[in-house]
């Protein structure tokens, strides 16, 4: 088991290690960072003290391991915009993120796998196609056109709800709403395929051979065995979280970081879009790692493998 | 000799008939598939006569009939699907937007399996060091979303029509990668492909000629199933503003920019997402149809 740990663990730290190369490569690649960085239009003086600040004077290798040295004491530059550090101009944004990231994913959850298991435990009923024609509409309308719908249905058409801004708590919905349909739908999907594998699995027939009341067999056998695949969706679901915050904040107008990383783009604010990155792998790394990490805890087949590539 | 030749007989044979059962399988398609395949066949035909059937030229403004309505509002029928707010046809800027984004999809879908197929099966051949580096590289395409890599190399490099569908090509090349190198090492354990090598030939013919028309189903398969995703990702980057720039038009981009008429004139935005939607969910029906009939590795 530590072994496990520690191999993942190491994992982890490449990943970590090729993200900040790439920002590297990709920086460097792009032009002179003192000029990206700092805008065409900054004083010389000033594109002088960034380079010796930065190191740019310097050989290519010890550049990269100073710009290594830099992000991980935290200093990522500042803003193109305001001249503020963007560390504090991206952490600040973040409990709006939270704010619709968070309960979509409790959305995704509390109405994913029931729905899914459900639909397995029912198959070919009319409830299971209707989950299933939710789970294949949920991957074919993409969140912004979802979100636009929404808005048009109960901003425009009703006038029930805001469409934009975060003014009040009501402001949060039709964004949640967006991003826990799609997420419900693909988790859905994911958990019915899980039970329905382990549903024709022999020892399942040999549980209820024994007698063992369905629910049982439903409770202690498949359930426990479906959610050994899914938990390695959940990762793969954050990614999704992650990129579905980027657009419906655009479309809700709602302050959060993924908004803020569409603007930086769009006004080319490199040093916000470097740490926004940055922070997004770091996070995304820790929380494969902690499913990992989860799974071989779950699975005792595991323990002391590296668990099989995500499908 | 004589043995040679009936097996390569029966080989033909069973290879014909392997054919024919196909094409009896084909025959029995689902409605729903036949649909799907009828759609996809009419949004091809649109985007390769896009020039002959546009009413309109996409460009082509008409300050008088801005916001006019579609014939099924009320509108005229000049304008089909109405008019934009500089009264360009937007029957017209769909069907260019049908085939830039087709376009793209197919350039994007191609670059990611030849760089992805040809990335697994150099991590087959040579293992060790190699093998790693190329895992290591999947790993750290998991490792964060592509609509934020792509962002990010976005404003890194800005926007250009060429590294946009370059860039969209590395969309899930990660997972042609895994197959083509799960498939050609397990290919390699088969006599076929020892006894190439013996033979003598080079890599080259042997993981071209003998190891991928072995896995080519499984690889069709990988494809349409990241077709619709990638027409998803360009029209997304291209509703943020992101993607394709004007005055070229794309579905994402159209649908961005109906939404500033979203109350007014919602039927700007409606007509591309439909399209987006009804393209997207098709191919992905017809990618899990042709998984269940053609993915070996599935039975």
Known sequence: ??????????????????????????????????????????????????????????????????????????????????????????????????????????????????????????????IDRCVMVMAVTGFAVPSFILAMLLVLIFSVNL??????????????????????????ALLARFTRSAMLEVLGQPYIRTA?????????????????NAAIPTITIIGFMLGGLVAGAVVVESVFSWPGVGRLLVISVANRDLGVVQAIVLMIAITMVAANMIVDVLYGLVDPRMHGQARPARR | MVDTISSTVAAGGSLLARFRSLLER???????????????????????????????????????????????????WAHILGTDELGRDVLSRLITSIRMSLLIAFGATIIGAVVGVTLGFVAAHFRGIVEQAVLALVDFSAAIPFLV??????????????????????????????????????????????????????????????ILPNIASTLIV?????????????????????????????????????????????????????????????????????????????S
């Open chain 1, 1 to 126: 088991m530590l072994h496990y740990l520690l191999s993942r663990l190491l994992r982890a730290a490449v990943s970590i290690i090729m993200v900040v190369t790439f920002v590297f490569v990709v920086l460097r690649m792009s032009g002179d960072p003192a000029m990206v960085i700092m805008g065409a239009d900054a004083p010389p003086e000033a594109i002088d003290a960034f380079r010796k600040a930065w190191g740019l004077d310097q050989p290519l290798w010890i550049q990269y391991f100073s710009f290594f040295e830099a992000i991980f004491s935290g200093e990522l530059g500042r803003s193109m915009r305001d001249g503020r550090d963007v560390l504090s101009v991206v952490l600040e944004r973040v409990p709006s993120t939270l704010a619709l990231t968070v309960p979509a994913f409790l959305v995704n959850l509390v109405v994913g796998v029931p729905a899914g298991v459900y639909a397995a435990l029912h198959r070919n009923s009319l």
């Open chain 2, 222 to 298: 990988s494809m349409t199933l990241a077709f619709p995703e990638i027409i998803l990702l360009e029209s997304g980057l291209s509703f943020l503003g992101l993607g394709i720039q004007p005055p070229d038009t794309s579905l994402g981009n159209m649908v961005g920019f109906g939404r500033e008429y979203l109350s007014s004139a919602p039927w700007i935005m409606l007509a591309p997402a439909f399209v987006i939607t009804a393209t997207a969910l098709c191919v992905s029906l017809l990618g899990d149809w042709l998984r269940d009939r053609l993915d070996p590795t599935l």
């Open chain 1, 159 to 184: 006038g029930w709800l805001p469409s934009a801004g975060q003014d009040s708590w009501l402001n949060a919905i039709l964004p949640i709403a967006t991003m826990g349909f799609g997420g419900a």
């Open chain 2, 26 to 76: 084909l025959n029995r398609m689902p409605i729903l598939i036949t649909i799907a395949v009828l759609w996809l066949v009419l949004m091809l035909a649109i985007a390769v006569s896009a020039d002959l059937i546009s009413p309109y030229r996409f460009t082509q403004m008409d300050l008088r009939n801005r916001l006019s309505l579609p014939v099924f509002m009320g509108g005229s």
């Open chain 2, 149 to 210: 890599l792509a962002l990010a190399v976005l404003a890194f490099f800005g926007n250009s029509l060429v590294l946009f569908v370059c860039l969209l090509g590395f969309h899930a090349w990660e997972r042609y990668a895994r197959i083509a190198r799960g498939l050609a090492i397990s290919g390699r354990m088969h006599g076929y492909a020892a006894a190439v090598h013996q033979l003598g030939a080079s890599p080259w013919r042997l993981y071209g000629r003998h």
């Open chain 1, 208 to 224: 209820s051979a024994k007698g063992l009341p369905w629910s049982a067999v439903v409770w202690r056998h498949a359930l426990q």
